[in-house]
């Protein structure tokens, strides 16, 4: 079994950054490609980013590419995403998801973490 915890979240306002992390556990880490996931309230959990097992692969959504990058640290079994320039359409939970391979459907990830709360007020 593979645990996540996501940590970080909160409330910023418009063009302020958050960082996220998110400390997994229970499993060889580097085996995993990792995921960031977010839902905002009444739409489904979409794709913000995603990096490879050794982090030299990544892949962001359009909506934030260019604002987000996303790290891992496969000695600290953690990987993060720093969010700048943020925007009131980025308000959602946050998902941190371990899966089976690199992609952008939520069905392609094993194991989630319980989300953080990301609101940006304008």
């Known amino acids: 079994q593979v645990q996540l915890v996501e940590s970080g979240g909160g409330v910023v306002q418009a063009g302020g950054y958050l960082r996220l992390s998110c400390a997994v556990s229970?499993?060889?880490?580097?085996?995993?490609?990792m995921g960031w996931f977010r839902q905002a309230p009444g739409k489904e959990r979409e794709f913000v980013a995603a990096?490879?097992?050794?982090?030299?692969?990544?892949e962001y959504s359009g909506s934030v590419k260019g604002r987000f990058t996303i790290n891992r640290d496969n000695a600290e079994n953690t990987v993060s995403l720093q969010m700048n320039n943020l925007k009131p359409e980025d308000t959602a939970v946050y998902y941190c998801?371990?899966?089976?391979?690199?992609?952008?459907?939520?069905?392609?990830?094993?194991?989630w973490g319980q989300g953080t709360q990301v609101t940006v007020s304008s």
């Open positions: 998801a371990a899966g089976g391979y690199m992609g952008y459907d939520p069905a392609t990830y094993n194991y």
């Open positions: 990096i490879s097992r050794g982090g030299g692969s990544k």
């Open positions: 229970g499993r060889t880490f580097s085996n995993y490609p």
